[in-house]
């Protein structure tokens, strides 16, 4: 009788192998070491777009924080000609130059608290001029025609002219007696050829204007994109509801641009808010106390009354106007997204 030999099965089956470097070597892949390796790649790819990140936010460290930065500092010193070699040893004074700022009119007569309700009606009152206006515009060469791209073009004519190129031909054009707005308006018996423009409390409207002129095409922009995003489904799901056409614009297009509108009003307003270069270049030196933004009036408590604390602190105040509002938006864009 044959005898029968037991051979003894493996208890555990045979383990994974893998190369460990040596010339036909193998060795077995512990649970341990699989998981090292996955932490390791996913450590890896959660860590890349730091990386990848890595120059932008050295970028907007230099050019935007550390300035930010340098300019809260000079705020809470007393920094003048005398000083100024010498900066960082200025005499620390707190928050002085801005109780100064607020209480004390520049050397123009104009105070801050005077200067944020000129940017305030300045920047607010553009906006909701030029926001229909870039509406309709949008809406005139929404739909393709012979032609359209051509408007179009010319609808963006004043937003691409430099801002200093628009002040003179606005210096130009509003010049007292010979400018072709009192031209114009001395033709149509509507004002006095000699309407005085460029100076005194008139010289706000004119720069008024010419901010309307030159800034709408920006909300027509946004408006022209956000129209042709729509999808046309829903344009043809209302027609075969038998919608009208103001039921479309009210139930279709205002709300898939109303996000769009919110956030062009909103960039809108503060471009208008910190905009310098025009009261500047448009009106003579020193300006009418009538146009004088808070940019205007830091620039002239730093470079005519050499106060650099005071103009630091306005440049401080206006950085906090302008984040605040700004801020409002994001956060309810995140509370209506539920984030």
Do not use: C
């Given at each position: ?115 944020i ?37 010319i ?87 038998g ?6 614009l ?30 500047f ?29 005071i ?17 409002i ?11």
């Amino acid at each position: 009788m044959a005898m029968k030999t037991d051979v003894p099965a493996p208890s555990d089956p045979e383990p994974a192998l893998r190369n460990d470097g040596r010339r036909g070597g193998k060795r077995p892949v512990s649970g341990h070491d699989r998981g090292s390796l996955l932490a390791r790649f996913v450590r890896g790819q959660r860590n890349r777009p730091l990386w990848m990140l890595l120059p932008t936010g050295i970028a907007i460290t230099v050019i935007v924080i550390v300035p930010v930065i340098i300019t809260v500092v000079l705020s809470l010193l007393n920094l003048n000609v005398s000083t100024l070699r010498e900066w960082l040893g200025a005499p620390f004074t707190g928050f002085k130059n801005f109780v100064n700022a607020f209480t004390q009119p520049n050397i123009l007569g104009v105070s801050l608290v005077r200067s944020i309700e000129i940017s305030f009606v300045f920047s607010i009152l553009t906006t909701l001029v030029t926001t229909p206006i870039g509406i309709l515009a949008a809406f005139s060469v929404h739909r393709r025609f012979r032609g359209s791209g051509v408007v179009r073009a010319i609808y963006l004519i004043p937003y691409v002219i430099p801002t200093f190129v628009t002040a003179l031909v606005a210096r130009i054009a509003f010049a007292n007696g010979t400018g072709f707005v009192d031209q114009i308006l001395g033709d149509l018996h509507i004002a006095n050829r000699n309407f005085y423009w460029l100076i005194g409390p008139h010289a706000f409207w004119a720069m008024q204007i010419t901010e309307i002129w030159a800034t709408w095409p920006f909300i027509y922009l946004l408006a022209l994109a956000g129209l042709q995003a729509i999808p046309k489904e829903h344009y043809e799901a209302a027609a075969l509801d038998g919608a009208t056409m103001g039921q479309r614009l009210r139930h279709i297009v205002l709300p898939e641009l109303g996000g769009v509108l919110k956030l062009g009003m909103l960039l809108s307003t503060l471009f208008h808010f910190g905009n310098f270069t025009l009261a500047f270049v448009m009106f003579s030196s020193p300006p009418p106390p009538s146009v004088e933004v808070l940019p205007i009036n830091a620039y002239f408590n730093a470079f005519s009354s050499f106060d650099f604390g005071i103009a630091s602190a306005i440049a401080v105040v206006t950085m906090v106007i302008l984040i605040v509002p700004a801020y409002i938006y994001i956060r309810a864009t995140r509370i209506s997204e539920g984030g």
